[in-house]
C-alpha cells in the first residue's frame, strides 16, 4: 500500500513516521514556485511605483502635519517595528481558524526584520487533514502606519496596517479574488 506525504507538526519541528512523532532539522520547505524574466520585470516595475508613491505619500503627510492637519487613520506606531508577531486571528476568528479558503490555519508568525526584509510563516491542514508549513519572503516599505509587503521572485503584493503592537494583514491566500484578514500581535 502506498504511504501518503509526510505528516508534520504545526510548528514544523516534528514528523510522524507511522509509530512515532521523531525530530526533523528544518520545517519542510515550501513548494518551489516558477520565476521568469517577467515576472522580474514587473516585479521591479511594481517595487519602482511603490517608491515612487511612498516618496509621494510622505510629502503629503509632511505637508499635512506642517499645516496642522492630521491623517485620518490617527497616528503612525512611532520607533522600530521590527520583530516577531504571533498570529491571532484570521478574518475575526481566533486560530485555529480558516478564511475563504479550504484549509484550517493553526499558528502562523510574522518577522518583520531591521533590514526591511520579512518573513510570514502559516502551518495549516489542507482538505485531506495533512499538515503543511508555508510562508513567504521579501521585503517591506513603510508609508506612515500601512505596509507594503513584496514576495521574492513573485509579481502579488499585500498590505499590512501598524496598531498597538499588531499588524493587520490583508491577503488573498489562495488568490480566488477573496480577501483575507490576518492579526499578528507581540
Known amino acids: 500500500m502506498a504511504q501518503g506525504p509526510p505528516q ?23 513548494a518551489p514556485r516558477s520565476t521568469g ?6 516585479a521591479g516595475g ?38 516577531t508577531y504571533a498570529l ?7 486560530l485555529p481558524a480558516g478564511g475563504s479558503f479550504n484549509q484550517l490555519v ?5 518577522q518583520l526584520k531591521p533590514d526591511w526584509s520579512y518573513s510570514i510563516r502559516f502551518s495549516w491542514q489542507g482538505e485531506l487533514g ?3 508549513y508555508t510562508g513567504d519572503d521579501g521585503l517591506y516599505t ?3 502606519s500601512t505596509l507594503a509587503f513584496q514576495p521574492r521572485d513573485e509579481t502579488y503584493r499585500y498590505s499590512g496596517q501598524l496598531g498597538d503592537r499588531s499588524v ?11 480577501i483575507d484578514r490576518f492579526l499578528f500581535r507581540r
Open 8 to 30: 508534520y507538526s504545526p510548528d514544523g519541528r516534528w514528523m510522524w513516521d507511522g509509530r512515532q512523532w521523531v525530530p526533523v532539522a528544518a520545517p519542510p520547505a515550501a
Open 130 to 132: 495533512t499538515g503543511r
Open 88 to 94: 491571532k486571528q484570521i478574518d475575526g476568528h481566533n
Open 106 to 110: 493553526i499558528d502562523g508568525s510574522l
Open 46 to 83: 511594481l517595487v519602482g511605483l511603490v517608491l515612487v508613491l511612498g516618496v509621494c505619500g510622505l510629502g503629503v503627510c509632511a505637508l499635512a502635519v506642517g499645516l496642522g492637519g492630521s491623517s485620518s487613520t490617527g497616528p503612525a506606531p512611532a520607533g522600530d517595528v521590527s520583530g
Open 142 to 144: 513603510r508609508s506612515g
Open 37 to 42: 524574466g517577467r515576472n522580474l520585470l514587473l
Open 168 to 178: 493587520l494583514v490583508t491577503y488573498d491566500w489562495s488568490r480566488n479574488g477573496k
